[in-house]
């Protein structure tokens, strides 16, 4: 099953800069080869959904092992059985539709 | 690695009525021993990550076998090593605040 | 324009306890006559949509006098117009599809 | 208060393609001068908390006027009092880490 999702991890007790553990997810996430798009509030990817929820239980424990004593993860995940689309074919349908 | 999470499962091109749908996947909780506790947005539930993440997939394949073509959730995970803490927990050190 | 809303509200820069923050939300939501019904991840609301945004910005507003330098909220907003709906409809509403 | 906030914005009763109603949000967004950035699972924008909120507030007015009779959007806001920050920042913070 296809998954794509769009995850914001905030980890908790090590101050106000968060960039070096969402950094730390990113390169987890690209180790996972599920090519992560990083934008201001979380990071989208797609792939099987075992790799990626999976690839989230490794973030949660390497910031675990660097450290961070507490994470709050949202995570919004999307699956559908009616047809492939990829997050490009999302972003381009609500283009065209602007274009019009 | 325990987690505490609080799913909020919504099925797309099924008309307005998800209560069914809601049903069928505290039904998966259920079955997978997480206890669910059904609030108006969503379920909270805890175990073990695995447990948690596994039985999501489950109700998600669960929905699509009923029918829905299309599902959007959105997820609240949070994890913690400094110390064990369960969802009466929290709820009891808001409500101890609060009455003081 | 009526809004149900699950609010979850993250303070960050101030610890692991989150307790007390929380608790000051939901006095904030209290005196904005929101009947606000904590759950572990959040806490669900109901009223008229300015009065939902308006208490939340409050509680932001209170936390940062309180000393909280960064705040990272999770919010689930629900409309509709199909029908009147509360929370309490909605929760009896899944529980009725569970019965059967 | 300034507001960066990630909208995902789920149109219910509609069908499966949601892209017109997320233009047409996006151009409610553009109109409020709330420069938003669409994402494969959101849009990010940043303004005055009551711009921020406000315009969200006429989409789902909008969404309603165009025949959407059910709508469940999901935001994470962040607002901080330490120093100024854009979502530019955010993200070239997170990618300076990642170059090390």
């Known amino acids: 099953m296809k998954l ?4 914001s991890i905030i980890p908790l ?3 106000l800069s968060l960039s070096t553990y969402v950094a730390a ?3 987890v996430f690209r180790e996972a080869g599920l090519e992560p ?3 201001p509030n979380g990071t989208n990817v797609e792939g099987d959904w075992d790799a990626v929820t999976g690839a989230l239980k490794t973030c949660h424990e390497k910031l675990h092992s660097m450290g961070v004593p507490r994470i709050a993860t949202n995570v919004r995940l999307g699956t559908r059985t009616d047809r492939e689309a990829s997050m ?5 349908s609500v283009k065209e539709k602007m274009e019009r």
């Open 37 to 39: 798009r990083l934008h």
């Open 4 to 7: 794509i999702a769009d995850i």
């Open 88 to 92: 490009e074919d999302k972003i381009a």
């Open 13 to 15: 007790g090590v101050g």
């Open 25 to 27: 997810c990113e390169q």
